[in-house]
């Protein structure tokens, strides 16, 4: 009987426990923003997502809500969600930033890509895109005092382009496409770059065995060897159909 009762007093403190969080609501901004940034600390992010929705939704005019969006986009981004980082960056940017603050949230969007992108063989998609958006912020804020950072970031990001155009070529050579080939090492983004003087990154061991080296991997014994759907010695298919594909590349690429 003791531990019935002893039972059911647990359930209904843990019960009461739930119901007195699902129960909060109509509390000052400061409760919301102290909340927010406890959780941020406990690396809570999720909860405190839900804590910067009720700041808003109950004070939308709150001084508190501009630094509450910073403060969350940073938490996002050094917690590697780079999406939900750029989404409140993007909200701050539109909802708040004055000329000073738009600067400094436009670097972070930057900054953010980057992070992004700890081996840039997986996406050149988002590597062209941090380069565009960089080169809009250098050519927006040249006197920033975040010009040089960006800068630097842009120009590994055209190395890591480079690099990954030479993988791709490498690729096309093995399948017996040389026209690919020949079109992706052709390309050069900067010319003020000396390509010569460039190495190729090297991957840690650990990564190489599952990646490659961008020429060959451990488990390349495993894949037959197949003939090229359109290959080199195709006759009229290769020379019809590969120039209309590499034209359309350049047209994506805006390639010169």
């Not at 359930?11 to 400061?30: D, R, T």
């Not at 938490?75 to 539109?94: G, N, P, Q, R, V």
């Not at 895109?129 to 040089?148: C, L, R």
């Not at 451990?218 to 197949?226: E, H, K, S, V």
Request: aromatic residues 14%.
């Amino acid at each position: 009987m003791f531990k019935k009762i002893l039972l059911a007093a647990v359930l209904l403190f843990f019960v009461g426990c739930s119901n007195k969080e699902l129960a909060i609501y109509n509390k000052p901004a400061i409760f919301w923003y102290e909340s927010m940034l406890k959780s941020i600390a406990k690396n809570d992010l999720e909860k405190a997502d839900g804590f910067y929705n009720s700041l808003q939704s109950e004070h939308i005019g709150s001084p508190l809500l501009p630094g509450a969006t910073l403060v969350l986009a940073q938490a996002h981004m050094y917690s590697e969600e780079y999406i939900l980082s750029e989404y409140f960056l993007d909200e701050y940017i539109k909802r708040f930033a004055d000329e000073t603050q738009r600067e400094y949230a436009e670097f972070l969007k930057i900054k953010s890509k980057y992070m992004a992108l700890p081996n840039p063989r997986r996406d050149q998609g988002l590597i062209n895109e941090a380069i565009k958006d960089g080169e809009v912020f250098k050519a927006t804020y040249p006197n920033s005092m975040f010009y040089y950072v960006v800068d630097t970031m842009v120009t590994r990001l055209y190395l890591a382009d480079a690099s990954l155009n030479e993988s791709i070529a490498d690729l096309y050579e093995r399948l017996d496409k040389p026209f690919a080939a020949q079109f992706y090492r052709g390309i050069e983004p900067q010319p003020w770059i000396e390509w010569s003087k460039v190495e190729k990154p090297d991957l840690p061991w650990y990564k190489e065995w599952f990646e490659g080296d961008g020429k060959s991997s451990w488990y390349g014994f495993l894949i037959p060897d197949t003939h090229s759907v359109i290959a080199q010695n195709d006759g009229n298919t290769s020379k019809n159909i590969l120039p209309t594909v590499i034209a359309e590349e350049i047209n994506r690429r805006g390639v010169n």
